[in-house]
């Protein structure tokens, strides 16, 4: 063989076989994929389901971002399975996504509500830092690891309000044998004070409001709330958002369908889910302020803080209900030390940020 054919042939061997490497590779990158995502709130839900930053945005998000490579397929609560049936459809692989908050599933474990909401915790600013910057994720990761899910954020409401109740509250005696829907921890920290907590999908709100099944309802903001029609059970709309400071909205995906994606598909559902946290949460901002003011001046909604004399109570009740799950569980524990130490730094930053220019635009330091 001479010179120039050992060349040319050496020349076609390394091509057909870097075409050997690189045919798997190219083929899995160009496959498209069909899944599907449950959710925990009805057909129409704003935010929940539709609008602006909701989970059908993400959706279009992803579809165009792809190139229609990956195409998701939405079920809102009802439509293929209960509303509180995803965390376990997902992790068995029924299905590839649901769309919740993570203290629905605190039957699972005690540390997923941390990921949703804390009691007298992180604002918007400090739970998203948290997530994306202080292990925040990291963490959520190894809590859902044995039940084989991938989280991640994809919304987040803001402050919530306290809630509707059908008689005023005017002291912590007041909460004594009340039943009322609130989740999470908050639930959890009612209960101390003799609350009958119940955990209903928002769908079932209304009516139970209304018949008189439960005494009080806490959803979300007045924007929800006044879609809902809480106001037309209750009149009385409790401010402050102790209870949930900032609310997460959840995306899981089971991990044996993560990982059968490409590389670029994964970055673009990261993608996707990081701009509907941002834009869910703006959309909650622009649409609030207009629905309180209907509320109170042209629906007899009686909207006020919480007295006074309560919150010191509440936040107490709080610290012993974290304290107590993170004495009996190694994870939670890790979970909340990673959250309250991260939350102490913001709280410091805060403090002579955000605090101080909340103080000044109402003049409580003269400026």
Excluded at 4 to 18: D, Q, Y
Excluded at 41 to 48: K, L, M
Excluded at 182 to 209: C, N
């Amino acid at each position: 063989m001479d010179r120039r054919s050992f060349v040319s042939a050496a020349v076609a061997g390394t091509a057909a076989a870097a075409g050997s490497v690189a045919a798997p590779s190219i083929a899995r990158a160009q496959k498209t994929f069909q899944w599907k995502m449950t959710n925990a709130y009805g057909p129409g839900s704003p935010f929940y389901v539709a609008g602006p930053g909701s989970p059908t945005h993400f959706i279009e998000m992803v579809k165009t971002m792809s190139g229609g490579r990956l195409q998701i397929q939405h079920f809102a609560a009802g439509e293929l399975i209960p509303a509180l049936e995803g965390f376990d459809a997902v992790s068995n692989g029924t299905i590839e996504m649901n769309a919740a908050n993570s203290y629905f599933w605190a039957g699972k474990t005690f540390a997923a509500q941390y990921f949703t909401a804390v009691p007298f915790g992180l604002n918007f600013q400090g739970m998203t830092a948290w997530l994306y910057h202080g292990g925040g994720q990291k963490l959520w990761e190894e809590v859902y690891a044995p039940f084989n899910l991938v989280p991640m954020p994809m919304g987040n409401t803001g402050v919530q309000m306290t809630g509707w109740f059908r008689k005023p509250i005017e002291s912590i005696d007041d909460f004594k044998g009340l039943k009322m829907r609130i989740p999470g921890l908050a639930g959890k920290v009612f209960a101390q004070f003799g609350v009958d907590v119940k955990l209903l999908p928002g769908g079932e709100i209304f009516p139970a409001l209304e018949r008189g099944v439960i005494d009080a309802a806490e959803f979300v903001g007045p924007y929800q709330d006044r879609r809902l029609g809480l106001h037309k059970a209750a009149k009385y709309y409790y401010t402050t958002g102790w209870h949930e400071t900032s609310t997460v909205t959840e995306l899981i995906i089971n991990k044996a369908a993560w990982a059968s994606l490409p590389d670029d598909l994964k970055e673009i559902v990261r993608t996707a889910a990081a701009a509907c946290n941002t834009i869910s949460q703006t959309w909650c901002e622009a649409t609030n302020a207009e629905a309180l003011e209907d509320l109170v001046k042209n629906n007899g909604v009686i909207a006020q803080p919480l007295p006074a004399s309560i919150l010191p109570k509440l936040r107490d009740a709080t610290r012993q209900v974290l304290a107590d799950a993170a004495a009996k569980d190694p994870l939670v524990k890790k979970v909340h030390d990673s959250f309250m130490a991260f939350k102490a730094k913001h709280d410091s930053w805060a403090g002579i940020s955000e605090a101080v220019y909340q103080a000044q635009i109402r003049g409580q330091l003269g400026a």
